[in-house]
């Protein structure tokens, strides 16, 4: 099959004008202009018109589990409050309840563009009764807060009914609900079984008075429930979080730096920026733009985070945070924060960013020979900047190409 375009956005090259794809399966075979890519090709060519061909987009933080809370908390005094209400919010749900939550999301995410996202689920054991829409990495969302001498069972547990699952990963939680062992055995296995790691990392001021002040409404907030304090005090999130990573000699020796990667990133000190400089920790880091304005976190520091090398992704994180899941509004909300970005470096945090980020950076994210056939097509019209208009695109995508298979939202 060809598919011909007025524009083709690979993102390797500038933009093909007059441009084609030719596919095979569910992979891209070549790409180029259309009149050579009909004389190396055979099969039926497909035009789209005045459209922009581009790879289908990645999600890099996205929790399905709650599709079904969008509208459901309003913005809370303090993060642990937000952390209460999403309690009750859960507690009025069941098994079934997530599944038919889960499926939505994935229905939704899928009309807005995306061919692959990162999810992470507080529910692995549901994974077995669900058929994604599209590419998923399953990351198990791992919380120990009430029973952290059981980590390693717990983590063992969870590996278990990931097994059918073709692609998965582990997020222990974040810090304050995550044991220092659940971290371990979770670097452990990522190195056995080389999968990828996600947690959630120095999101909130709470998190930080928490850590470096043993001090604040989240300190309260786990006290009261329990969670032994004695790790806070004396270190930021971030110095505590790479301890914690390099808590046992094998992950030390074993560690690389690619396993991880870490939402939020808002709250970092001095301090930590001269330790991210001197350790050369690079991590892949994914910021959820409109999810950070629900809870008016302190400015992400992009730049500083860029210039250091960090490889930035964006996500939607969940809708009991935010109103929906299109990764174009996402790069609409970041380019008003960054305006001096280009649109086209925009795109990069959606497709080749996450895509090296879930270490597929030989088969998503660009189109090119060899990467799985993912395309969507966003009208586009001529004297106009092609990313311009990927960016500024708010509908639902009308066409997309999923595994080499076409699908066409206005019939739906
Ligand atoms: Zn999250």
């Known amino acids: 099959m060809i598919i011909r375009a007025r524009t083709v956005v690979t993102m390797d090259s500038a933009p093909i004008e007059n441009g084609a794809v030719a596919v095979s399966g569910n992979r891209i075979v070549d790409v180029g202009k259309f009149d050579e890519i009909k004389k190396r090709n055979a099969g039926e060519a497909i035009d789209l018109g005045e459209q922009a061909l581009l790879p289908g987009l990645i999600n890099a933080h996205c929790h399905l589990d709650y599709t079904c809370l969008r509208g459901k908390i309003s913005p809370q005094k303090s993060f642990a409050d937000w952390i209460r209400a999403i309690n009750a919010e859960k507690a009025k749900l069941a098994a079934e309840d997530y599944v038919a939550s889960i499926n939505e999301g994935f229905a939704e995410a899928k009309r807005f563009g995306t061919t692959t996202i990162a999810n992470l689920t507080a529910f692995p054991e549901l994974v077995s009764q669900i058929s994604p829409a599209i590419h998923t990495w399953w990351f198990a969302e791992l919380i120990d807060v009430r029973s952290p001498e059981r980590a390693d069972e717990l983590v063992d547990r969870t590996i278990e009914s990931l097994k059918s699952v073709q692609n998965w990963g582990l997020a222990p939680h974040a810090l304050f609900t995550a044991s220092k062992d659940l971290y371990r055995r979770c670097g452990e296995i990522a190195r056995r079984e080389n999968v990828v790691l996600t947690t959630h990392l120095a999101e909130s001021r709470e998190e930080t008075d928490m850590f470096r002040d043993a001090s604040g409404p989240l300190y309260e907030f786990l006290k009261s429930i329990g969670r032994p304090m004695d790790d806070c005090g004396d270190k930021t999130p971030l110095e505590h979080f790479l301890r914690v990573r390099d808590s046992s000699t094998a992950l030390r020796s074993a560690r690389n730096d690619n396993d991880w990667l870490v939402a939020h990133l808002n709250e970092l000190t001095e301090g930590d920026f001269d330790l991210l400089e001197r350790s050369k920790e690079r991590f892949h880091v994914v910021h959820s733009p409109r999810s950070h304005d629900y809870f008016k976190h302190s400015r992400f ?112």
């Open 301 to 412: 520091p992009f730049e500083r985070l860029r210039t250091l090398g960090f490889n930035i992704c964006l996500g939607t994180d969940s809708l009991a945070s935010n109103e929906n899941l299109s990764l174009f509004a996402e790069m609409r909300r970041f380019q008003r924060s960054e305006p001096g970005i280009s649109p086209d470096e925009i795109l990069d945090m959606v497709t080749v960013n996450p895509a090296m980020a879930l270490h597929q950076q030989t088969t998503l994210g660009r189109i090119r020979p060899g990467f799985h056939a993912d395309l969507i097509a966003i009208p586009c019209s001529k004297g106009r900047d092609v990313f311009d208009e990927i960016i500024g695109s708010d509908d639902p995508v009308a066409w997309m190409l999923l595994g080499g298979k076409q699908k066409y939202f206005w019939h739906c």
